[in-house]
């Protein structure tokens, strides 16, 4: 195992994408907070951080109207594979991705490439929100690749308060965090709001359950 340096690092990839590491302080808009060695896997135990200040005090998400400077965060996780949980109670003892400041979110491992994460702020200017990745487990080809999104308080796409993941469009699908047919296994611990935007010329809202590829059906069933 390779115990990780706490290192400042910035980079530019080939779209132009602006790549944080451990240590970096982010403020721009779009940024990715990447693992050590990005596009490469890493290998080893530590804790990665970074701190994300507001861009510009115009950048506000209002949780009540008197709240001066605050904002919030849109996390997309183009790539979150660390190791799951333990295989008993299913908690992360492991690996842990963890938002510190601003409204609570749950502690998450596992793989959770696709999915996406909302972060309320606290007030001023300065309140920062750290990110960390922390890994403990064994060895293991970890990456990760996080889109950090600064949403101003008055875009019409920001969330509602008191989400954690916000679903817009007349159709789509929600996955629990570490979700995989096969081999993933349900977190403990977790106590978030699930959000969906009421769309125009529409009323309710339809829940199905989506199909099991690992499903085993007996003659008949469908």
């Known amino acids: 195992m390779i115990v990780a340096p706490m290192v400042n690092v910035v ?4 779209g132009a994408n602006v790549l944080s590491s451990c240590g970096s302080t982010v403020r721009e808009n ?4 990447v693992n050590i060695g990005y596009p490469n896997s890493y290998d080893g135990t530590g804790s990665c951080q970074v701190t994300v200040l507001k861009a510009n005090p115009d950048i506000c998400q209002y949780r009540y109207t008197y709240f001066v400077f605050s904002l919030q965060e849109e996390l997309d996780f183009d790539q979150l594979n660390i190791m799951g949980p333990e295989p008993i109670n299913h908690i992360c003892n492991y690996d842990q991705f963890i938002v ?8 998450i491992c596992g793989n959770n490439m696709g999915n996406h994460l ?19 487990g064994p060895s293991l080809d970890r990456n990760w690749k996080i889109r950090i999104l600064q949403i101003p308080c008055a875009a019409s796409y920001k969330a509602e308060d008191g989400c954690s993941q916000y679903f817009t469009g007349v159709a789509g699908q929600i996955l629990s965090f570490n979700y995989d ?5 349900q977190l403990s611990n977790q106590d978030y709001g699930i959000c969906i935007r009421a769309e125009r010329n529409f009323c309710g809202v339809q ?8 499903a085993v059906h007996s003659a008949g069933e469908k």
Do not use: E, K
């Open 11 to 14: 980079m530019i990839d080939r």
């Open 30 to 33: 779009g940024t990715y907070f």
């Open 100 to 107: 510190s400041g601003g409204s609570p979110v749950p502690t």
């Open 118 to 136: 909302y972060v309320d702020a606290g007030s001023g200017i300065n309140a920062p929100t750290v990110l960390s990745v922390v890994t403990s």
């Open 181 to 185: 047919p096969v081999v993933g296994a």
């Open 207 to 214: 829940y199905t359950q989506c199909p099991d590829p690992g």
